[in-house]
Structure formats: C-alpha cells, structure tokens
C-alpha cells in the first residue's frame, strides 16, 4: 500500500485502540445477573440492539435506520475523557457540555478528517436533538436505563436516592416518540412506586 | 395499546432483558487498560465501531453496511448459552456449531416472530459465510482479537500458547477481503514474534 493509505490506516487503528477505553467507563446502571456497574461499551451495543427491535414504536416516518444506530454507537465516546455522568446528577450536567465537546474535538481527530468530521457531525446532531433521528436515539438512551432499572429492583434510583418525579420528568420526552412503551413504562413505574423502590419528595428536595 | 400490540412489545422487552447476560460473557482478550477479560458485549460494540471506520479497505463492491452491522451486533447472542469458545480451541469448537444453533432457535424466537425470523435469518448468514457482508463481519471479528492482542502484549496468545503460525492459519482469510490490512497485520505479527509473544510449534504440536 501507499503511504498515505498507510497513515490513513494508522490513524483509524488509533482511533480503535481509543475506543477500547469506553470498556472501563462505569455507569450507575447495574447488569442484572451479577450486579455489576455497566459500562458505557456495552451499555452502546445494548442500545444499538434496542433500535433493531423497536423502531417500529417510533411516532416518525422514514427514519434513517443506519444514521441512528451509527449515533447509538459512538453517542458515549465523549466519556472516555469526560467520563459518565449520571442523569440525576444536577450539579455534573451543568458542566458536562463543555468537557464532552473537547472530548469529541480530540477523540474524532485520530481519525482521517473525513470520518471523524463524519461522525463529530453525527455525535452533535445527537447532542442537538432536532432530528427525528437524534430524538429516537436520545429516548432510546433513556430507555434503556430505565430497563436495567427494572430488571435490577431499581438499583441505581435506590442507590442515588432518586423520586418517582424524577424519573418521570427526566424521562417524558419517551412519550411524545414512543408512547406505547411509555404507556408500558409508567405502569411500572407505579408498581415500583408500590414496590417502594423510590426516595419520597421530601427525602430528595 | 391494543392487546397484539402490547404482547408484542412484552416479547421485545423479553428479548432485551435476556441480552442482558452476553455482558457477562467472557472472552479470552483482555481490554488493554485495567487487563480484565473482554466481554462479547462490549466486544460487539468494538467490532460495530470497526465497521464504520474500516470497511474502505474491504475488496467488494455496494456492501450492505446496515446488514454488517445487524451481524456484527448480534453474531455473539448465541453465546449467552453456548459460551464463547477461544478460536485456538480445538475440541471446543467442534461441539460449538450445534450448541449454538440451538441456541440461536431459543433466543431468537424470545422475538414476536417476523423480528426473530430476521435476526436468525442475518446469524445463518454469518455463520454460512458466503455473501461479501457475512465473509467481511467474519473478518472484522478475527481482526478485532488481533488487535486487543497487540494491544496487549499479545496477551491471549502467551496465556493459551499460541504458535505465530496458528494465529496466521485462522485469520489468513482477512487476507482476501482486506489485504491492505492483513499486510499491516503480519508485519506487526513478525514484531511479535521478535518480541517472543508466541510458543515455538514444537510446544504446541
């Protein structure tokens, strides 16, 4: 091979090395068998499994599949350095746009210009959430946290001491792309609620 | 909701749920920073990536690229019964191919059945390796074993003792679709060598 395709391949392979980082990135999110921190890696891929099944709940026409998963695979690259910033976390979203946009700006430019401007334009249209696509993949990314909630007795609500109101605003926007499953999602969470998985008002104001 | 609708979505969180486990598979390749097991989750997630920045050096013309990635996410489900089984390994994988269709028949049909028929539909592709996509996936999943060894100082090779001339008989077919790559590949392969990662065949004969 020429050495420009050469370098063209270095860079990508630097770009590939990086990534393996996100593996150690932890969430609050817990697997379910073995109670384990997720990590933001496989948290991508589940997300990424979760638009192969439930697209078609989706209140949008013509949504462009490959666009969103390739947004649900590289939405959480930026943690490699700004690390995860979990959603109940007031304090640590008022400061997280700034570090992940740098995050984005070095991590993107391993790659040759083409692909990481490629993918840089993606990441900030996910960030952005005009499109349909971007809000698909943003309720999607909500979803899922709410899942391993579920199937985990609410582990990560419970350990952050988070309320039922909060969950519920932080996590509406479910409604308005998919308000089947968010038809789902709030019956559960008032089994929940029951099930006394939630910190009460008072507890969290 | 009406009922179908509501069972069918009851199906596809059922399916979600169970992926769940394939993050604590685990594989031989260690993730390069805190050298724990690589799980074939996150692993999924890695060869996804691979997919968006590597498939220029592919040989084949009009490839699918959502139909590579629908494989490269799913083609490990199986193991969520199956196990994973180390490449190198070769009483292992003469039992794997029927464990993991039986496999594939439970997971998958955990789908409302069009959504399952597809997914198994996209895994016999894989695993048949005929079509150009299914021929690059296979070649990514090698490539990625790879390249966690060099990112670890070839650390499933020396840990299973492996032969350099192992390593260049099972991934030489990433040769054929991707020859740019598969130069780079043996080159660093001869470093490794020089370096001592891999067992003389005498130990391994």
């Given at each position: 091979?020429?050495?420009?395709?050469?370098?063209?391949?270095?860079?990508?392979?630097?770009?590939?090395?990086?990534?393996?980082?996100?593996?150690?990135?932890?969430?609050?999110?817990?697997?379910?068998?073995?109670?384990?921190?997720?990590?933001?890696?496989e948290h991508s891929w589940h997300l990424?499994m979760m638009?192969?099944?439930?697209?078609?709940?989706?209140?949008?026409?013509?949504?462009?599949?490959?666009?969103?998963?390739?947004?649900?695979?590289?939405?959480?690259?930026?943690?490699?350095?700004?690390?995860?910033?979990?959603?109940?976390?007031?304090?640590?979203?008022?400061?997280?746009?700034?570090?992940?946009?740098?995050?984005?700006?070095?991590?993107?430019?391993?790659?040759?210009?083409?692909?990481?401007?490629?993918?840089?334009?993606?990441?900030?249209?996910?960030?952005?959430?005009?499109?349909?696509?971007?809000?698909?993949?943003?309720?999607?990314?909500?979803?899922q946290?709410?899942?391993?909630?579920?199937?985990?007795?609410?582990?990560?609500?419970?350990?952050?001491?988070?309320?039922?109101?909060?969950?519920?605003?932080?996590?509406?926007?479910?409604?308005?792309?998919?308000?089947?499953?968010?038809?789902?999602?709030?019956?559960?969470?008032?089994?929940?609620?029951?099930?006394?998985?939630?910190?009460?008002?008072?507890?969290?104001?």
């Amino acid at each position: 091979m020429d050495s420009s395709s050469d370098s063209r391949l270095a860079r990508q392979f630097a770009f590939l090395t990086e990534l393996d980082k996100l593996k150690d990135i932890l969430r609050q999110s817990l697997v379910a068998a073995t109670r384990r921190n997720e990590n933001s890696a496989e948290h991508s891929w589940h997300l990424a499994m979760m638009s192969l099944v439930l697209l078609e709940h989706v209140h949008a026409e013509n949504l462009d599949r490959l666009r969103i998963l390739k947004m649900l695979l590289i939405h959480d690259i930026v943690e490699i350095d700004a690390g995860d910033t979990f959603l109940y976390d007031a304090l640590g979203n008022a400061s997280k746009a700034e570090k992940e946009k740098a995050a984005a700006t070095r991590i993107f430019s391993l790659l040759p210009p083409d692909q990481g401007g490629e993918l840089r334009e993606i990441w900030d249209e996910f960030e952005a959430e005009t499109t349909p696509e971007a809000k698909c993949a943003q309720c999607l990314d909500r979803l899922q946290a709410v899942l391993q909630n579920f199937n985990t007795d609410g582990a990560a609500w419970r350990r952050n001491r988070v309320s039922k109101q909060q969950v519920v605003e932080r996590n509406r926007k479910i409604g308005a792309m998919m308000p089947e499953i968010w038809a789902v999602v709030e019956r559960r969470l008032d089994e929940a609620e029951q099930a006394g998985w939630f910190a009460t008002e008072a507890a969290t104001a």
